[in-house]
């Protein structure tokens, strides 16, 4: 039973913590906490256990139990969930090496690949990881380049068009092409390859 694989979601928003269990019970085992504070001080342990923390929470939020985790509980691995308005946030997490972050509202499919790309984690050996990507902007023209860097920095395509003095449109354009020259399904996939790590 000790290592039957767990998950610890971690939201202090009562309905997501109950739709979440009952999702996920019956593949997994799954433990619910209503705060950052209320996992940590029930002592888990690394082991076949992953973690999917809300990024907003009160006192301590997503990113910080993340961080607290790095520190005491290396090797536990975290999965981000997210609102639209918090993906810097997110991707912050992703180069602090959250395995995921989902945005909500999520899928069930996204939802279970993220999780079962946490677990491969755990049995991934340090010598078995998989060597980096090649550097992911050397496919992409000059402009796709500015678009791929921003959008990594979790900017949206509005903010891209006024910073790049183009317009929205043009960014919706060279973001599909980013996205199909590098085979990424989503902005977790782009965060992924500028960071040299493999797609899930």
């Known amino acids: 039973m000790a290592h039957e694989p767990t998950v ?7 309905d997501i913590r109950d739709s ?9 085992r799954v433990q619910t906490f209503e705060s950052a504070k209320a996992f940590l001080d029930a002592g888990v342990k690394a082991g076949s256990t992953c973690v999917l923390a809300d990024i907003r929470m009160p006192e301590m939020d997503g990113l910080a139990l993340q961080r607290e985790i790095n520190r005491t509980i290396p090797g536990l691995p975290v999965i981000i969930m997210t609102g639209h308005g ?15 972050f989902l945005e909500k509202p999520f899928e069930r499919a996204a939802l279970l690949a993220a999780i079962e790309s946490a677990f491969s984690r755990l049995k991934a050996s340090p010598a078995a990881a998989p060597a980096a990507e090649p550097v992911a902007r050397r496919a992409l023209t000059e402009r796709e ?11 949206q395509n509005k903010t891209i068009a006024h910073k790049l003095g183009i317009s929205t ?11 199909d020259k ?6 977790a996939d782009l965060v992924r390859l500028s960071l040299g790590r493999p797609r899930t």
């Open 86 to 100: 918090d993906v810097p946030m997110a991707v912050q997490a992703m180069k602090e090496g959250a395995v995921e």
């Open 145 to 155: 380049k500015d678009v791929f860097d921003l959008l990594v920095e979790g900017h």
């Open 20 to 28: 979440l269990q009952i999702l996920l019970a019956r593949r997994y």
């Open 182 to 187: 590098l085979g990424a399904r989503s902005l």
């Open 169 to 179: 449109r043009t960014v919706e354009v060279h973001r599909a092409r980013v996205m």
């Open 8 to 14: 610890c979601v971690v939201d202090d928003d009562a």
